[in-house]
Structures are given as C-alpha cells and as structure tokens.
C-alpha cells in the first residue's frame, strides 16, 4: 500500500482545492471499503484530524473547524477518497495527508488507530 494525497497547491483565502487520496502501487482494493482519515499538520503544531470517512460512505465524521466547508467522499470503483475543501481560510494551510484504518469498520476512534499513512499534499492559503 503506497498512499499519496495529492491536489494541493496555493489558493486565496475564500478559495476551494479538492484532495485526492490513492493508492500508487496500483492496487484496486487498498482503499475500498476500508475507514479513510483526512489528517493536517501545520509547521510547529502537532497532527489533527480533519474527516473521516466509513468503507461505504454512510458514516462520516469532521472536525469541528471544518464542518460546513469540507467535504469527504469516496469513489470505491476509482479505489479513491476525496477531500472536497472550499472557503479555505489562511489557517488551513498545512500538509494534509489521509490513512487507512485496516483492522477495524467504525469510524471511532476518528482520530487514531490508523496503520498506513499516505505522502502528504502541501496546502498554503494566501489573506
């Protein structure tokens, strides 16, 4: 399992990007079905967690700091999750990453018991 979060960049304040989470060994089953987190961490601060998502899609989770502006989704026949992020603010600028959660299908704990952690995208938001 090779995750890797891409579709970062550099955005206004007010802007939208739209994360993408995938599998690069090319496995068509890594992320399917399997719990996927939404993750960030800013220079100096610690990892949070931002959305997750359950193997179906009918379970999802956010951080407060992001309801109404973030949304997670899945494409399980694409074998991918996304991170739909819109009126980013200048304090969403941080690397995000998304994880797997192997063992267990409950979207709880939302923030820990993750074994495979993909490459992060670096998401910057200009005031």
């Known amino acids: 399992v090779q995750l890797q979060a891409s579709g970062g960049g550099l955005v206004q304040a007010g802007g939208s990007l739209r994360l993408s989470c995938i599998d690069l060994?090319?496995?068509?089953?890594?992320?399917?079905?399997?719990?996927m987190g939404w993750f960030r961490q800013a220079p100096g601060k610690e990892r949070e967690f931002v959305a997750v998502?359950?193997?179906?899609?009918?379970?999802?989770e956010y951080a407060d700091f992001v309801k109404g502006r973030f949304t997670v989704s899945r494409d399980n026949g694409m074998n991918a999750v996304y991170l739909q992020m819109n009126s980013l603010k200048p304090e969403d600028t941080a690397a995000y990453y998304c994880a797997r959660r192997t063992v267990a299908a409950s979207t709880r704990p939302r923030n820990s018991g993750y074994d495979f952690w993909g490459q992060g995208t670096q998401v910057t938001v200009s005031s």
């Open positions: 998502i359950s193997g179906m899609g009918s379970d999802i």
């Open positions: 060994s090319g496995s068509r089953r890594s992320i399917n079905y399997y719990v």
